[in-house]
């Protein structure tokens, strides 16, 4: 009876834990195909080359890495590099981060800024895309020369010579005009460039894998119970086992106590035998010397 029921105790748990296995083996799965290959995406901006390398899938709750390269084309001043990261909805943008990569900070032709940019995608992410958006602002302040009126020939019929200098007066005209207009003007502008750049897909969970998951932690709860109860039968078969090896302890005990007032009781049978053997033999024997004639009363007839 014990055996059978070990065995359909068994049988219970045997299929919960297949059960467990597969759904496991699912989950794992998932996570598998969240920690997928870094992918790469490279955005060019007017004075920037920009490439984000980040991995191709993250899961709902989960914190996403996203390493910036920027490279200049030239030599700028860059007034800021900043990045916002978007999650697509169906109408709408949902800005998950917004942050400033680099700042006032003269660039030349070849370098480079390097960044990393952790992002946590929401828990009750749906299945979408995360996407960012690249904006660069550089200052520049540009050269202006002011409109002059050339010099003419008209020079040379009032002064040909100034002051007894050994050039024309024409050809001073000339420098003046044209090289006092040479100015930097006390303003700049800031303009600014910007492109969208894919990033991660989110991997948010399905109805059907919702189902699984509920079924999941159903069969585990209905796997702890099984092995509560197992293990409850084991302690009440250990238990019986110990009753029942005390009860033939107490049986082989009893039964060598019933051998030895056996065996007592057969010797005490024989030496009541014996001890009744004697007593009649002794009787017998005066009762003999009692009724027979001696010798004398033989001899003298009387």
Do not use: C
Not at 100 to 112: I, K, P
Not at 217 to 242: C, F, G, P
Request: glycine share 2%.
């Amino acid at each position: 009876m014990t055996s059978h029921l070990r065995r359909k105790m068994k049988t219970k748990i045997i299929v919960p834990i297949v059960l467990l296995a597969i759904l496991a083996s699912i989950f794992a799965t998932q996570s598998v195909f969240a920690q997928t290959n870094d992918v790469t995406s490279t955005v060019s901006l007017s004075n920037l080359n920009v490439q984000l390398t980040y991995p191709s899938q993250v899961l709902p709750g989960q914190l996403a890495t996203i390493n910036l390269t920027a490279q200049a084309k030239g030599s700028f001043q860059l007034t800021s590099l900043t990045v916002q990261v978007y999650m697509v909805g169906q109408n709408n943008l949902w800005q998950l981060l917004s942050t400033t990569v680099a700042q006032n900070t003269m660039m030349l032709s070849g370098d480079q800024i390097n960044k990393q940019i952790q992002v946590t995608v929401p828990s009750d992410a749906p299945r979408t895309s995360l996407v960012a958006q690249v904006t660069e602002s550089v200052s520049i302040t540009p050269y202006s020369y002011a409109p002059y009126t050339p010099w003419t020939p008209y020079s040379y019929a009032y002064a040909p010579y100034w002051n007894g200098a050994s050039y024309p007066y024409a050809y001073y005209a000339y420098y003046a005009t044209h090289y006092a207009s040479y100015s930097y003007p006390s303003y700049n502008y800031q303009p600014t460039d910007d492109a969208i750049a894919p990033l991660s897909y989110v991997l948010a969970t399905t109805p059907e894998y919702l189902a699984l998951q509920s079924q999941y932690q159903q069969l585990q709860t209905q796997n702890q119970q099984l092995r509560q109860q197992l293990q409850a039968s084991k302690n009440s078969t250990a238990q019986k086992d110990s009753t029942i090896n005390n009860l033939n302890n107490q049986l082989s005990s009893a039964q060598g106590t019933t051998t030895l007032v056996e065996i007592v009781a057969v010797i005490l049978a024989i030496a009541l035998v014996a001890i009744a053997a004697l007593h009649f033999k002794s009787t017998r024997t005066t009762d003999t010397a009692s009724h027979s004639p001696s010798r004398t009363e033989k001899a003298t007839g009387v």
